[in-house]
């Protein structure tokens, strides 16, 4: 099976920082995306993990720890326009295809 | 580069008529292609993997007689919802990827607002 889990929702204030978790449990691990959601709109692509570690792009960073099953988005100097559904999917070696977590909806405050 | 449109955008239809949605890799040839299905505040949910050539492959619970997918070429896939209903409102969204491993980046396409009245 594959579960994937995240928080619904979460609120910052402007020019503030938010985490946002991914845990999952997956068989046939091939990487962790994370997606950018605006209301009515397709996702962007924000970043892409598959080994252990942190990578950092802007105000944007992801981490990965696979032996955890953990990954987190985190957003630095938030900006309204980050108001947001932020999307966990985990590659699956079989079948070669995503499975999407719920998405956190992020909200910033001026 | 990498983009993927969607056409129509939306499209509003009486219950039991056929709509066909179509999805093209515009400035690339995508080996695969995926259809999306989200629910107002919900996340995606995978429909059917889409290669060009052969028969989709759908996920549990999805009629692959009720949606039906064509992908004629390496640049256009089409998905017909047969005898829509009002459940059958939701935003279908398409994506396309080059290559085909799981860790290739998919490319989203705008996506098509169905209603179903």
């Known amino acids: 099976g594959q579960n994937i889990d995240q928080p619904t929702e979460m609120t910052a204030t402007e020019g503030a920082i938010v985490q946002i978790n991914c845990t999952y449990q997956t068989s046939g691990f091939n990487g962790l995306f994370w997606y950018q959601q605006h209301a009515g709109e397709a996702p962007t692509f924000l970043s892409y993990n598959v080994l252990d570690g942190l990578e950092e792009k802007g105000r944007f960073s992801s981490f990965l720890s696979r032996s955890k099953g953990y990954s987190y988005l985190l957003l630095k100097e938030l900006q309204m326009k980050d108001s947001a559904s932020y999307l966990c999917?985990?590659?699956?070696?079989?079948?070669?295809?995503?499975?999407f977590g719920g998405g956190t909806r992020v909200l910033v405050k001026p | 580069g990498a983009v993927v449109s969607q056409h129509p955008s939306r499209v509003i239809c009486k219950s039991g008529t056929s709509v066909k949605i179509e999805c093209r890799s515009l400035d690339f040839q995508a080996t695969t292609m995926f259809w999306y299905r989200q629910f107002p505040k919900q996340s995606l949910m995978l429909m059917a993997t889409s290669n060009e050539g052969s028969k989709a492959t759908y996920e549990q619970g999805v009629e692959k007689d009720k949606f039906l997918i064509n992908h004629a070429s390496l640049t256009l896939s089409t998905l017909t919802v047969t005898s829509a209903h009002p459940e059958d409102s939701s935003f279908y969204i398409c994506s396309a990827r080059v290559g085909d491993w799981s860790y290739n980046e998919q490319f989203f396409g705008p996506g098509t607002r169905l209603t179903v009245l």
């Open positions: 999917a985990v590659g699956k070696a079989a079948g070669n295809k995503l499975t």
